[in-house]
């Protein structure tokens, strides 16, 4: 039961900055946006997560819209060790619960 | 962050036997861990929400009598895979919640079950 929509795959060159996209359309207004990596045949990260303001950490910053159907990850300077599947996921309501979607593979490219 | 281990990393059993994973909070108590199975090259799905001192809770589709699932401590959810067959071959993750500070839930490194 994901509620959010990512692309299936992205590239980007090392060292730029890397901005994944997330639709979340549907999300309502005590939801979070919670972000998480894969690497190959790893537990998932946990990067970082937001309400409705934009949010920073040592990892990647969160950019949220006004109206909150969407947000954008960023990784400012990507290394070829951020190669992952990102997904974005928002909390259930009243639960802890997470439904993953299918996530972005990020391919960083030397 | 919070660290969350599992038990073993890898696991190859026969045809009907049952196997157990341990899925440990390290350095803080959960009250709630959670159980995902991830098949290859697909995404995870949520099994079952694992409640301290209760019965866990499963999601559609996911058979409670297959899939048992004890928390039987502040810091130790336990999966037990009866009868396993080759359609059960997987990776397993667990998560647990950390109620203090950060309000988010931090994922074990999994375990591949294999069955022959």
């Known amino acids: 039961d994901a509620k959010t929509t990512q692309p299936p795959s992205m590239d980007c060159a090392e060292g730029r900055a890397a901005n994944l996209p997330c639709n979340h359309s549907t999300i309502s207004g005590n939801e979070y946006v919670y972000w998480y990596r894969q690497i190959h045949s790893q537990g998932p990260q946990y990067i970082i997560h937001?309400?409705?303001n934009n949010e920073t950490n040592e990892m990647a910053s969160l950019i949220i819209t006004e109206d909150r159907k969407s947000s954008t990850l960023i990784l400012p300077h990507a290394t070829l060790r951020d190669t992952a599947v990102y997904y974005c996921?928002?909390?259930?309501?009243?639960?802890?619960?997470?439904?993953f979607g299918s996530g972005t593979k990020l391919n960083v490219k030397p | 962050g919070a660290v969350v281990s599992q038990h073993p990393s890898r696991v190859i059993c026969k045809s009907g036997t049952s196997v157990k994973i341990e899925c440990r909070s390290l350095?803080?108590?959960?009250?709630?861990m959670f159980w995902y199975r991830q098949f290859p090259k697909q995404s995870l799905m949520l099994m079952a929400t694992?409640?301290?001192?209760?019965?866990?809770?499963?999601e559609q589709g996911v058979e409670k009598d297959k899939f048992l699932i004890n928390h039987a401590s502040l810091t130790l959810s336990t999966l037990t895979v009866t009868s396993a067959h080759p359609e059960d071959s997987s990776f397993y993750i667990c998560s647990a919640r950390d109620p203090a500070g950060v309000e988010t839930q931090y994922f074990g490194p999994g375990t591949r079950l294999l069955v022959l």
């Open positions: 937001g309400l409705k």
């Open positions: 350095d803080f108590q959960a009250t709630t």
């Open positions: 996921i928002v909390r259930v309501e009243n639960f802890n619960k997470f439904y």
């Open positions: 694992s409640n301290e001192g209760s019965k866990a809770t499963y």
